[in-house]
């Protein structure tokens, strides 16, 4: 209760007595929401609700896809990066096989792919410097995974004897020199008027090897006889001497099977007429020279 005393006098201050214990007005009372629509309970405050931030920019489906597409890719990247330099997919093997004369090791060795990456390994030049060999005749190289070389090699087969300066040396059929061991028996043997020496991987004169070897297979049939030597000569080329005694100069490889019908023909028409000749020459195609 608030009560004004002495209201006449001016120069009193007016004051707020406080007569009982009784709460002022709005003193400790609890805040209170009333409901005024229907006028009937009241309703404790409720708590305030937490701001919460909001953004105008959501990421669109195709953001979220483009972005897994780049994380995926990444790691993809990152797993192959890793296997490239890993050294389980390093060559640490190398199979050969198909050697007889060349030694393993000279071929791992001219390959070059121990401790290359399988997938950066260059299997195209070591092919290359293999075939480069005297000795091999053709090569093939490939992967074998995770971690191995495999090379197949088919080494040059002998097939005559080359013999110039004094010594025999053998030879494959396209006139390369293999070395000095003796060829089988019974094949062919070309007799050089040249004087140096030879070395492994040196090609003879092809023109004679060729002729050589038709001559060593069609000469029976055409004229009923057999080789007894094949000689090539400088500036003259092949000359083959048969079994009867005979001679012909050949010349170079071309036409072997016609110049041996020739040979055949003139061989036939000079025993019905009684003519004797030890030598053919049939460089000159159908002109035969009987001497």
């Known amino acids: 209760m608030i009560v004004k005393r002495n209201r006449n006098q001016k120069n009193w201050p007016r004051a707020i007595v406080k007569r009982s214990s009784m709460k002022t007005v709005g003193d400790g009372r609890p805040r209170q929401i009333v409901n005024r629509r229907n006028g009937s309970g009241v309703q404790p405050m409720r708590r305030r609700r937490r ?9 669109t489906r195709g953001f979220v896809l483009g972005a897994s597409v780049v994380v995926v890719a990444g790691a993809i990247m990152a797993s192959a990066y890793w296997l490239y330099q890993s050294p389980l997919l390093q060559v640490q093997h190398i199979e050969v096989e198909g050697t007889d004369r060349i030694g393993t090791h000279v071929v ?16 195209a030049a070591a092919q290359e410097a293999i075939w480069g060999h005297p000795l091999v005749a053709s090569v093939r190289v490939e992967r074998a995974w995770p971690n191995t070389i495999r090379i197949f090699v088919e080494e040059r087969r002998s097939w ?29 043997v070309i007799r050089s008027s040249e004087a140096t020496s030879l070395r492994q991987g040196d090609r003879v004169d092809y023109q004679a090897v060729q002729a050589a070897a038709e001559i060593y297979e069609l000469l029976p049939r055409q004229l009923g006889t057999t080789v007894t030597e094949v000689a090539f000569l400088t500036g003259k080329g092949v000359q083959v001497t048969t079994a009867d005694g005979q001679s012909a100069l050949f010349g170079d490889s071309s036409s072997i099977a016609y110049k041996l019908s020739v040979w055949a023909a003139m061989s036939q028409q000079a025993r019905t007429q009684g003519i004797n000749y030890t030598t053919i020459d049939l460089r000159f195609g159908n002109r035969p020279v009987l001497q």
């Open 51 to 59: 701001l919460r931030l909001s953004f105008g920019w959501r990421p």
């Open 108 to 123: 791992v060795q001219r390959a070059g792919l121990l401790g290359d990456s399988m997938f950066s390994a260059d299997l």
């Open 160 to 188: 005559g004897a080359w013999e110039q300066g004094g010594v025999r040396y053998t030879i494959d059929r396209d006139g390369v020199v293999l070395g000095t061991t003796a060829p089988a028996e019974g094949s062919p």
